[in-house]
C-alpha cells in the first residue's frame, strides 16, 4: 500500500510539472485527489490494515495529498504567471505603428486671395463693407450714374427679381450705398469684398457667379497720381515688386477719366508671351476717379470732394497668382485642388 500511495505521489507529481496550461492543471486535480481519484481509493483499503498499521497509513496518505497539494499549488502559481504574460503579449500596442492621419483642413484658395487683399488695404487705412446681394436697381445702376436704358447696363447681364430688384450684377452699389450714409462728408476708404452674379454661360473664364472687391476713396484733394500709386503698391505687394503696372484709359459710367490696370507679365517679364497674349501686360482691373454725378446723387459736393475707386476679381487674381487655368475649380471644390493652397499657417 505503502508503494502504491509513493507511486501514485511520483506519478502525480510528473503529470503536474508537464502540465501546460490551467485547464490540464485541473484535470490533474480531479484525478489525483479527488473523491473518486486513485489516492481515496488505495486509502479506502485502509480497512484492512492492522490496527497498529492504520494511522501510519493514514498519516501516510495525508503526507502524499499534501505533497501533490503543495506541488500543485505551485505550478498553478507559475501557470497563472504565463497566462498574465501571454495575454498582456497579445495586447500590446506597437507603438513603433505609424499613427492615422488627423486632416486639418485649410482655407479655401479664394479665402485667402481675399483676406490678403483685404489685409494689404487694411494696413493702408481702409475698413471693410458689405452690401445685401439682392440689390436695388437704384444702388447697382442708377446711384452708379446708369440711368434706365442706358445702354452701358448691357456690359452686365443681370438676373432679374422684380422691375426694381436683381442679384447685384458688381459690388460698386456698396461705394453708393457707403457714400449715401455718410451724408455729404467724408474722408471714405473702404473696400468691399463679395459675390457677384451674371448672366453668363459658365466656362473657363466665367462663371455665373463670382468675386468682386470693390474700393473707394473719397476726400478732399484726392487725385488720379493717389489712385496710381495706392494700385502700384497692391501690384507689388500682390504680385512681386518687380511687376511693373500700367493704365488705359477705359470707360465707366461711374468713373470719369476710367481707367484699366495691367502689370507687366510674370511669365516673360514683359517681352510677350502666350500667358499675356504677346502684349507683355496683363489686364488685373478697372478703375477711376469718381464721377462728379454719383458723388452728387450720393449728397457730396463734387466741388469740394474728389475720389477714386476700383474694381476687381480675386478670381482672375489667384488665377494668375496661382496659375489656375479654369474659373469653375473655385466652385467645385473638389478637394485636390483646394488642398494645393496649404496648410492652416
Ligand atoms: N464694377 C465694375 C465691373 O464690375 C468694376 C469697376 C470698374 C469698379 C471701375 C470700379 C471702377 O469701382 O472704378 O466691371
Same mark, same amino acid.
Not at 64 to 85: C, F, T
Not at 111 to 118: A, F, G, L, P, R
Not at 134 to 153: C, I, M, Q, S, T
Given at each position: 500500500?505503502?508503494?502504491?500511495?509513493?507511486?501514485?505521489?511520483?506519478? +502525480?507529481?510528473?503529470?503536474?510539472?508537464? !502540465?501546460?496550461?490551467?485547464?490540464?492543471?485541473?484535470?490533474?486535480?480531479?484525478?489525483?485527489? =479527488?473523491?473518486? =481519484?486513485?489516492?481515496?481509493?488505495?486509502?479506502?483499503?485502509?480497512?484492512?490494515?492492522?490496527?497498529?498499521?492504520?494511522?501510519?497509513?493514514?498519516?501516510?496518505?495525508?503526507?502524499?495529498?499534501?505533497?501533490?497539494?503543495?506541488?500543485?499549488?505551485?505550478?498553478?502559481?507559475?501557470?497563472?504567471?504565463?497566462?498574465?504574460?501571454?495575454?498582456?503579449?497579445?495586447?500590446?500596442?506597437?507603438?513603433?505603428?505609424?499613427?492615422?492621419?488627423?486632416?486639418?483642413?485649410?482655407?479655401?484658395?479664394?479665402?485667402?486671395?481675399?483676406?490678403?487683399?483685404?489685409?494689404?488695404?487694411?494696413?493702408?487705412?481702409?475698413?471693410?463693407?458689405?452690401?445685401?446681394?439682392?440689390?436695388?436697381?437704384?444702388?447697382?445702376?442708377?446711384?452708379?450714374?446708369?440711368?434706365?436704358?442706358?445702354?452701358?447696363?448691357?456690359?452686365?447681364?443681370?438676373?432679374?427679381?422684380?422691375?426694381?430688384?436683381?442679384?447685384?450684377?458688381?459690388?460698386?452699389?456698396?461705394?453708393?450705398?457707403?457714400?449715401?450714409? !455718410?451724408?455729404?462728408?467724408?474722408?471714405?476708404?473702404?473696400?468691399?469684398? %463679395?459675390?457677384?452674379?451674371?448672366?453668363?454661360?459658365?466656362? +473657363?473664364?466665367?462663371?455665373?457667379?463670382?468675386?468682386?472687391?470693390?474700393?473707394?476713396?473719397?476726400?478732399?484733394?484726392?487725385?488720379?497720381?493717389?489712385?496710381?500709386?495706392?494700385?502700384? &503698391?497692391?501690384?507689388?505687394?500682390?504680385?512681386?515688386?518687380?511687376?511693373?503696372?500700367?493704365?488705359?484709359?477705359?470707360?465707366?459710367?461711374?468713373?470719369?477719366?476710367?481707367?484699366?490696370?495691367?502689370?507687366?507679365?510674370?511669365?516673360?517679364?514683359?517681352? %510677350?508671351?502666350?500667358?499675356?497674349?504677346?502684349?507683355?501686360?496683363?489686364? &488685373?482691373? =478697372? +478703375?477711376?476717379?469718381?464721377?462728379?454725378?454719383?458723388?452728387?446723387?450720393?449728397?457730396?459736393?463734387?466741388?469740394?470732394?474728389?475720389?477714386?475707386?476700383?474694381?476687381?476679381?480675386?478670381?482672375?487674381?489667384?488665377?494668375?497668382?496661382?496659375?489656375?487655368?479654369? &474659373?469653375?475649380?473655385?466652385?467645385?471644390?473638389?478637394?485636390?485642388?483646394?488642398?494645393?493652397?496649404?496648410?492652416?499657417?
Amino acid at each position: 500500500m505503502e508503494d502504491k500511495l509513493r507511486s501514485l505521489q511520483t506519478e +502525480a507529481i510528473e503529470k503536474i510539472e508537464k !502540465a501546460s496550461d490551467l485547464k490540464e492543471l485541473n484535470e490533474i486535480r480531479v484525478a489525483y485527489l =479527488g473523491k473518486k =481519484g486513485p489516492v481515496t481509493e488505495v486509502l479506502k483499503g485502509m480497512g484492512k490494515l492492522s490496527a497498529e498499521e492504520r494511522p501510519k497509513m493514514g498519516a501516510l496518505g495525508n503526507e502524499v495529498r499534501g505533497a501533490i497539494q503543495e506541488v500543485l499549488e505551485s505550478k498553478q502559481e507559475i501557470l497563472e504567471k504565463e497566462a498574465v504574460l501571454k495575454k498582456l503579449e497579445k495586447e500590446t500596442i506597437d507603438v513603433t505603428l505609424p499613427g492615422r492621419p488627423v486632416r486639418t483642413g485649410n482655407k479655401h484658395p479664394l479665402t485667402k486671395i481675399v483676406e490678403e487683399i483685404e489685409d494689404l488695404f487694411i494696413g493702408m487705412g481702409y475698413t471693410i463693407a458689405e452690401g445685401p446681394e439682392v440689390e436695388k436697381d437704384y444702388y447697382n445702376f442708377e446711384a452708379l450714374n446708369l440711368p434706365k436704358g442706358h445702354p452701358a447696363r448691357d456690359m452686365q447681364d443681370s438676373f432679374y427679381i422684380t422691375e426694381e430688384l436683381l442679384l447685384r450684377t458688381h459690388t460698386s452699389p456698396v461705394q453708393a450705398r457707403t457714400m449715401n450714409k !455718410a451724408e455729404g462728408k467724408g474722408p471714405i476708404k473702404i473696400i468691399c469684398p %463679395g459675390k457677384v452674379y451674371r448672366r453668363d454661360n459658365d466656362d +473657363a473664364t466665367h462663371s455665373h457667379q463670382f468675386m468682386q472687391i470693390e474700393g473707394l476713396v473719397i476726400d478732399e484733394n484726392i487725385r488720379m497720381s493717389d489712385l496710381k500709386g495706392t494700385l502700384q &503698391i497692391f501690384a507689388k505687394k500682390m504680385f512681386g515688386e518687380e511687376r511693373e503696372i500700367r493704365l488705359r484709359p477705359s470707360f465707366f459710367p461711374f468713373t470719369e477719366p476710367s481707367v484699366e490696370m495691367d502689370i507687366s507679365c510674370k511669365i516673360c517679364g514683359g517681352k %510677350g508671351c502666350n500667358v499675356c497674349k504677346g502684349t507683355g501686360w496683363i489686364e &488685373i482691373l =478697372g +478703375a477711376g476717379m469718381v464721377h462728379p454725378n454719383v458723388l452728387e446723387m450720393a449728397g457730396f459736393d463734387s466741388k469740394k470732394y474728389t475720389g477714386f475707386a476700383f474694381g476687381m476679381g480675386p478670381e482672375r487674381i489667384a488665377m494668375l497668382k496661382y496659375g489656375i487655368d479654369d &474659373i469653375r475649380h473655385f466652385y467645385t471644390n473638389d478637394v485636390r485642388f483646394v488642398t494645393q493652397f496649404g496648410v492652416e499657417e
